[in-house]
């Protein structure tokens, strides 16, 4: 076993209650964020919104962060285009050993495939809530971070090029995240790493994934006890529904003990209609909560 997941497994009874339940998390302000990156436009690879959202966002990120690693690097994709791309690493405490990893996709869809209307299916996805949720929850928690330094390293990792291709063929998916898994810093062994995709949708139901469960399941305990313990066992409802292939079984691969924490009962996913009015500040506030809550140990 390795020595992370034994540190886990010890600390899994220690759940540290710094500040009570009062929250260090603004949904108010995450759904700012939400609102910030939906005014670039569809953040697709290769398109001028992707680039000016990454720029935005590496700026928030250095103002936040202790340091901040920028992942560049080229894709080239089944048809044989050439994407440049950018996985942003933050970084809290660098020089601690013990560290937590949070992660999302910044990218949205460039075709919204899931549309009924046949002749969306060419337009790209807004990714309201599938991209921007994600980022708003990492960006808010970097802000109690700021406010207050954690106790261990915390790294919140914000990977380009999930939602690319066909899932079918995972050349052109889950780019970042098997970029990252392929160039670690050195050493590199986070206690746990948690994945935040699709968590801003009004009608918020977070069920338990399944590759989650077979992988880390002690990672899945942990995070649904913290949202019970906070009085959020309405929206992490504990129990199995979807297993996904998401960034997270990525960083499974190479031994990370990562979880999806996600709302799959999405019925905008992969459509036009994944807009910012299916979005709510309230549905980020109990994630946010949650999220916190995971890196003040």
């Given at each position: 076993?390795?020595?992370?997941?034994?540190?886990?497994?010890?600390?899994?009874?220690?759940?540290?209650?710094?500040?009570?339940?009062?929250?260090?998390?603004?949904?108010?302000?995450?759904?700012?964020?939400?609102?910030?990156?939906?005014?670039?436009?569809?953040?697709?690879?290769?398109?001028?919104?992707?680039?000016?959202m990454g720029d935005w966002l590496l700026g928030e990120l250095r103002a936040r962060a202790d340091t901040v690693i920028v992942q560049e690097f080229t894709h080239v994709t089944a048809r044989g285009d050439s994407l440049r791309m950018r996985n942003f690493f933050a970084r809290f405490r660098p020089a601690a050993t013990e560290r937590?990893?949070?992660l999302a996709h910044w990218d949205t869809r460039p075709m919204a495939d899931k549309s009924e209307n046949l002749g969306q299916q060419r337009l790209p996805v807004p990714g309201?809530?599938?991209?921007?949720?994600?980022?708003?929850?990492?960006?808010?928690v970097a802000d109690a971070l700021k406010a207050r330094p954690p106790a261990q390293g915390v790294d919140l990792l914000f990977v380009d090029g999930e939602d690319y291709g066909d899932f079918a063929d995972t050349n052109d998916v889950l780019i970042g995240s098997r970029w990252f898994a392929r160039n670690q810093p050195p050493g590199y062994e986070p206690l746990f790493a948690v994945l935040f995709d699709m968590v801003g949708d009004k009608d918020l139901q977070i069920y338990q994934e399944g590759n989650s469960l077979a992988f880390a399941p002690e990672v899945v305990q942990r995070v649904w006890r913290i949202a019970a313990e906070r009085g959020h066992?309405?929206?992490?409802?504990?129990?199995?529904?979807?297993?996904l292939t998401d960034d997270h079984v990525a960083l499974q691969q190479v031994g990370i003990r990562a979880i999806d924490v996600v709302d799959f009962d999405y019925p905008y996913w992969h459509t036009t209609d994944d807009t910012i009015d299916k979005v709510s500040a309230a549905s980020l506030q109990v994630v946010g909560d949650v999220a916190v809550a995971l890196v003040r140990n």
């Open positions: 076993m390795r020595r992370a997941a034994v540190v886990l497994l010890l600390l899994l009874g220690c759940q540290a209650r710094a500040g009570g339940n009062a929250s260090e998390f603004n949904g108010q302000t995450a759904f700012g964020y939400v609102e910030r990156q939906m005014a670039f436009g569809p953040r697709i690879p290769g398109r001028p919104g992707h680039r000016q937590i990893l949070l309201a809530n599938d991209g921007a949720s994600g980022v708003a929850i990492l960006l808010g066992d309405k929206t992490f409802v504990p129990g199995a529904r979807h297993t």
